[in-house]
């Protein structure tokens, strides 16, 4: 395994020189960890990469398909992917995972949460994982790790067409084409259209109620070298939505009407030992909620994000990296519709200083990282991270890593109008762990073990019969973790399991709709024209409010698609094959969420 940070350097300052280091060691090159390329195995903190081809093998739905088998990963959906899903990375809570879609952070600023149910699998080129605190990397959300979706191509020519269609009337319409536009001008473009009449996600809800969405996305991409040393980048992403879903009280057919976009420019920078990347990005989500039948006025919030990030990499020797960055960030937030009363405060904005370090040093290697938040809604905040490797021999090594996070209270928390409360602190956690890694002919390992606590976390309680967020609860989360992959002849296999005890330290109660065992499988088998896949998941008991018991479950999905020809392929899948049914939560009127039965779905891709 070469590790050199001299091959780092070279991947992070020549982007050249990273795809071609990146496939003359055969390894993937990671961006997410520390904000500068480098190869998987170069990465000490837990790291998870999946490919376009992962993706095309199993066949997946969406973004979440892919993440559920991965370890540390449990996904919770109130439905199918269009309703609310919650993303709990190790443990910790949806809103403590940054989201990013080609560098910029989705993140609701009201909620927390990210939403990425609705993204076409046919339209991601990449998703990086990375498990635990990022937060002297990336700042606020980043609490428990990040998922980072990349929908531009790596530089292969790409132009194909994609038909779907299943059950409860579920269609798919997609393009995706990616190449060079002329000589030194890269581009990608997706664009999909989506729809299903869905099912009943409710157990309260009226007879015959099926909870549907349709949706529109749009992913652009452009890479514009100048010279050898220069260069521009512009990305885009946009996504329309009409989304059904089940009222907690009664399960009244509610529906939520999004309007989504993000727009990117970076200017470039690469010399020998020096790279710069200015980079500006805005944010803009207009979300309307009510009932589906229109009998009545919709709720809506109106949310803006603009943010500027300005990363520099020097490499002074071949055994160390040093990137220093600047970020600035503003977010504005209003109430409309059926609203009557705007949030006490519509702005608030954070600027942030960070520098991160990589050295290797023979067998020993080491990550360090430390940023310093000056938010406007609660004041100065400092976050750390440290990771230590050693390669006990060419087939083993020993990692470490300790860092802090933090969460900001969102918009809500702070300043809705009546119940917000404006002398929140950020939610605070202190993270560590130590693993194993094995590299051998027949099977690559990993063995974690690490241990989170959380302080200061966001509780709304009702005082003197209003609603009210503070900070009162703890959290402590112990975890080991086992990852493999291996073959079997042509069968190749990815295993993961995880142990882990999330609790309550206030009360000592297992945290809401998170298992304590959690375990996947994911078998792949290619001969000749066929691909045949198999994943399955299965989900340890959970508790949800008022200690309400939600059973263990286990889902298989089995997959196959035969390609006629080099151009054209058609697959099937069916999802949760062995109709497993079970609940996903506990609604306020005392009924369940229900997971969707055996589902059949068929797709048709022609590329050119």
């Known amino acids: 395994m070469n590790k050199t940070i001299l091959a780092i ?22 961006v997410t960890a520390n904000r500068v390329e480098q190869t998987q195995s ?43 899903t919650s993303i709990y990375l190790r443990g910790t809570a949806t809103q403590h995972t940054l989201v990013l879609i080609d560098g910029v952070k989705i993140n609701s600023a009201t909620s927390g949460g990210a939403s990425i149910g609705l993204i076409p699998a046919f339209a991601i080129e990449k998703i990086e994982v990375i498990r635990g605190p990022r937060a002297a990397v990336y700042g606020s959300d980043a609490l428990g790790g990040v998922i980072s979706i990349t929908t531009a191509g790596n530089g292969q020519s790409l132009h194909k067409a994609v038909v779907g269609y299943g059950e409860n009337d579920h269609q798919l319409l997609g393009w995706h084409s990616s190449g060079q536009i002329n000589e030194h001008t890269y581009g990608s473009f997706v664009a999909a259209k989506e729809q299903s009449d869905g099912y009943t996600v409710y157990q309260g809800a009226p007879d015959g109620d099926k909870h549907g969405y349709d949706t529109t996305s749009f992913f652009g991409s452009v890479k514009h070298d100048v010279n050898e040393r220069w260069s521009v980048n512009a990305s885009a992403y946009k996504q329309e939505s009409d989304n059904q879903y089940a009222g907690q009280y009664g399960g009244v057919k509610q529906e939520s009407n999004n309007d989504f976009y993000t727009l990117s420019g970076g ?90 370090s990589l050295i290797d040093i023979d067998a020993f290697s080491a990550e360090a990282s430390v940023r310093h938040d000056d938010d406007s809604s609660f004041g100065g905040h400092t976050t750390w991270n440290l990771g230590l490797g050693y390669q006990v021999s060419d087939s083993l090594q020993v990692v470490a890593n300790s860092g802090s996070g933090f969460k900001a209270p969102t918009f809500n928390d702070l300043y809705w109008p009546g119940q917000g409360n404006p002398d929140l602190e950020p939610e605070e956690s202190v993270s560590n762990e130590i693993g194993l890694r094995g590299y051998l002919s027949w099977v690559d390992w990993e063995l974690s073990a690490y241990k989170t606590d959380i302080e200061n976390l966001i509780d709304w309680a009702e005082v003197d019969g209003t609603w009210i967020p503070s900070n009162v609860d703890k959290a ?13 002849g042509p069968v190749e296999h990815k295993v993961s399991a995880e142990w882990k005890d999330p609790i309550n330290k206030e009360t000592g109660a297992q945290l809401e709709r998170r298992g304590k065992r959690n375990f996947s499988w994911l078998l792949s088998y290619k001969l000749s024209s066929l691909d045949l896949s198999l994943a399955a998941n299965y989900v340890g008991d959970r508790k949800d409010k008022n200690n309400d018991k939600l059973d263990s479950y286990s889902t298989v ?35 369940y969420y229900l997971a969707q039965g055996r589902n059949v779905y068929a797709t048709a891709e022609y590329q050119f």
């Open 42 to 84: 170069s990465v000490l903190a837990s790291v998870s990469i999946i490919t376009r081809e992962d993706i095309e093998l199993m066949q997946a739905d969406s973004a979440l398909d892919v993440l559920r088998t991965l370890p540390g990963v449990e996904i919770n959906s109130l439905g199918g992917k269009a309703q609310d």
């Open 267 to 356: 200017l470039n920078f690469q010399a020998e030992s020096y790279s710069s990347k200015l980079t500006i990005s805005t944010t803009h989500s207009e979300a309307w909620d009510g009932d589906a039948d229109g009998a009545s006025g919709k709720s809506a919030l109106f949310t803006r994000r603009n943010n500027v990030t300005w990363l520099n990499t020097v490499t002074p020797s071949d055994w160390i990296a040093i990137n220093l960055g600047l970020d600035y960030t503003k977010e504005t937030a209003n109430r409309g519709g059926t609203n009557t009363s705007e949030y006490e405060d519509t702005n608030k904005d954070n600027k942030a200083a960070f520098a991160t």
């Open 476 to 488: 402590e989360i112990k975890g080991v973790e086992l990852a493999a992959s291996f073959e079997t």
């Open 9 to 30: 350097a070279l991947a992070s300052l020549t982007s050249h020189a990273s795809i071609s280091y990146a496939q003359s060691s055969d390894e993937t090159v990671v």
């Open 557 to 591: 999905d089995l997959a196959t698609r035969y390609h006629f020809t080099t151009h054209l392929s058609v697959g099937v899948k069916v999802s949760n094959a062995f109709n497993e049914s079970y609940a996903t939560g506990l609604g306020s009127s005392g009924n």
